[in-house]
């Protein structure tokens, strides 16, 4: 088992590094430097090079990227271009918020997935099964940033149940604040799971051991809570898991949407100014975060389901 | 119970599960049928869009702006007094050309490195499974934004940046289902005869795999559409005043208080589209999948 991790951490390594690479020079393709961005169209030549000079921009690309490696082996994230301040400062807070939407949603999604995935599969082909499938298809299909305009319109300028936008003030304001993003994310990765979660149930409601559990006498009940759901909610919560890497991309985009200050948002801006360093940072955070709980999901999968471990 | 497989023979169940699943198959390609005749629907309307509306898409008119729909006006019109519905219409040219042509290059590219890291294996496998690892890492639609920033904003950067990320799926799709299929008994024959691998892959492999990619193709064609939209949010895709279905939204988010019908009628069209996808993807996978019912 240990092996196991220390295998799957080792992996990790080549692609965190090759994410830095690929990140780092990506960067430095975009035409037009930080400098000019930030000095504006009607700064002189001169002012422009030297700014350049000054943050260290105009150095050959290969002792940028050390100079960018023996950072992060300090931890040290740089300075933002455009705000002058350390990167780590800067993400901070920013971070908080994004997670805080992500862990939101998470809680959201389990609540409206898990319920619906389970009576759909439980009570197969009636009429709930039937509208539940529906809906959610028609659901999946709907852009994300659609849906949370719309909920916006019903909600917040209908209803008045919700703010439009904003982060708000302490910690029931930010929940507040925070239902209707995370609802809508919620609902773009919820059909996927409930999909998965209904077919992997029916699978174990078919399976051997269930047969000989009812053989055995069991009631009904026990059945299916103690051996098939038991079995077949693994898979679902893997993939739970596995999707917070898209989540996490969704964020960005409903950021902006309902005008968080989040990481998201924050990155998106940054790239339209050219501020490398907070592209960098905040890119290479998103990806390690999402690799890490892979990882995370993938161990806790195998230490759930024996047969992964020993395969 | 060993037997011999062969791709192409439909599995003829006897007695009662042959009676139950005739009405079965006929619902099944219903999708497909419901879902093309969308599809059809919506590329004629596409096609014919001068003959539907007496408006033009970027016609102005200052006297009828912020209109909800009426019936001069069935969706409403814009802040500069455009038609919607026209627009609308106009729009699914633009975006059911976004879908297919953003659809085919990651496609073909999954295709060839899933097969060849699926079916030889060793170091090929490894380095192309890295660099899924790597791409994948990434959230979809940061390195798409920072590919679209790199390269310029517009659609057909968009084409780039997809094809440059999204292969990974099929690759990862079509590798998962050759892992499985390379050691069935029909692959083996092949190469015991002395079958080339290149004539194995095409004749006996492809065809048994690429069903799911198929199926994946139709959501993702919806997905791209979805994508272009959201570029087109963050000001990085179409440019006004093109009426491309997202920067319709986006442009009416601004009025969202006032008139909702600015935003809600194009989504509408990308749903109706997606769903039409949809039902024809799930049609295919019921028809193409050689041997089951």
């Known amino acids: ?311 | 119970m060993a037997t011999l497989e062969t791709p192409t023979t439909p599995a003829i169940a006897v007695g009662e599960r042959a009676v139950r699943r005739w009405p079965g198959r006929w619902a099944r390609s219903r999708n497909l049928l419901i879902g093309l005749g969308i599809i059809i629907a919506l590329v004629l309307v596409a096609i014919c869009a001068p003959l539907l509306t007496p408006y033009q898409p970027q016609e102005q008119n200052y006297d009828v702006t912020l209109q909800t729909p009426s019936l001069q006006h069935l969706f409403g019109t814009d802040n500069f007094g455009r038609d919607i519905l026209t627009r609308v219409i106009y729009g699914a040219r633009i975006d059911l050309r976004v879908g297919v042509i953003a659809v085919i290059a990651p496609f073909v590219l999954g295709l060839v490195l899933g097969c060849a890291a699926g079916y030889f294996g060793g170091w090929i496998d490894t380095v192309v499974m890295r660099c899924v690892d790597i791409v994948q890492a990434f959230p979809f639609i940061v390195i798409v934004v920072a590919i679209v920033a790199v390269l310029g904003p517009g659609l057909n950067n968009m084409y780039i940046a997809v094809a440059l990320t999204a292969w990974i799926v099929y690759a990862r799709l079509i590798r998962g289902e050759i892992l499985v299929v390379k050691h069935k008994e029909f692959v083996e024959a092949a190469r015991v005869i002395g079958m080339t691998d290149l004539r194995i892959i095409r004749r006996y492999v492809l065809p048994n795999v690429i069903t799911s990619s198929i199926v994946y193709a139709m959501a993702d064609i919806a997905l791209y559409i979805g994508l272009a939209a959201a570029l087109s949010f963050l000001g990085l895709g179409a440019k006004p005043p093109e009426p491309e279905w997202g920067a319709m939204i986006t442009e009416g988010r601004a009025y969202i208080t006032t008139a909702w019908w600015m935003s809600v009628f194009p989504g509408l069209a990308m749903v109706v589209t997606g769903i039409g996808l949809s039902l024809v993807g799930d049609g295919l996978a019921d028809t193409l999948r050689p041997g089951a019912g």
């Open chain 1, 1 to 311: 088992m240990g092996q196991y991790i220390a295998r799957r951490l080792a992996q990790m390594i080549p692609v965190v590094f090759g994410i830095t690479l690929v990140l780092f020079f990506l960067l430095r393709l975009i035409p037009g430097d930080p400098a000019s961005v930030m000095l504006g169209e009607r700064a002189t030549d001169e002012a422009v090079a030297r700014l350049n000079h000054q943050l260290g921009l105009d150095q050959p690309i290969y002792v940028q990227y050390v100079y960018f490696l023996r950072q992060l082996a300090t931890l040290n994230l740089g300075t933002s271009i455009r705000y002058q301040i350390p990167v780590s400062e800067l993400l901070g807070q920013r971070l908080l918020v994004s997670l805080s939407v992500v862990a939101v949603t998470l809680v959201l999604t389990g609540l409206i997935a898990f319920p619906l995935g389970i009576l759909a599969a439980l009570k197969k082909d009636s009429l709930l099964d039937n509208a539940v499938r529906s809906v959610f298809v028609v659901m999946m299909l709907m852009p994300s940033f659609w849906v949370g305009i719309l909920l916006i319109i019903f909600f917040s300028v209908q209803l008045g149940l919700f703010p439009v936008s904003g982060y708000g003030d302490g910690l029931l304001d930010h929940l507040w604040h925070l239902f209707l993003p995370a609802l809508t994310i919620a609902l773009a990765i919820s059909p996927v799971l409930v999909r998965a979660l209904r077919s992997s149930i029916l699978e174990a409601l078919d399976a051997d051991y269930v047969r000989t559990a009812r053989a055995k006498g069991l009631r009904e009940r026990a059945v299916i809570v103690g051996h098939a759901l038991r079995n077949a909610l693994i898979p679902a919560t893997t993939l739970l898991g596995l999707s917070i890497g898209g989540l996490m991309g969704g964020t960005v985009i409903l950021e902006k949407v309902f005008s968080l200050p989040g990481a998201g948002a924050l990155l998106i801006d940054s790239i339209g100014a050219r501020d490398y360093p907070v592209v960098q940072a905040a890119t290479l955070i998103f990806a390690t975060l999402v690799i890490l709980i892979n990882l995370v999901t993938d161990i806790v999968y195998s230490f759930l389901d024996p047969r992964v471990r020993f395969a």
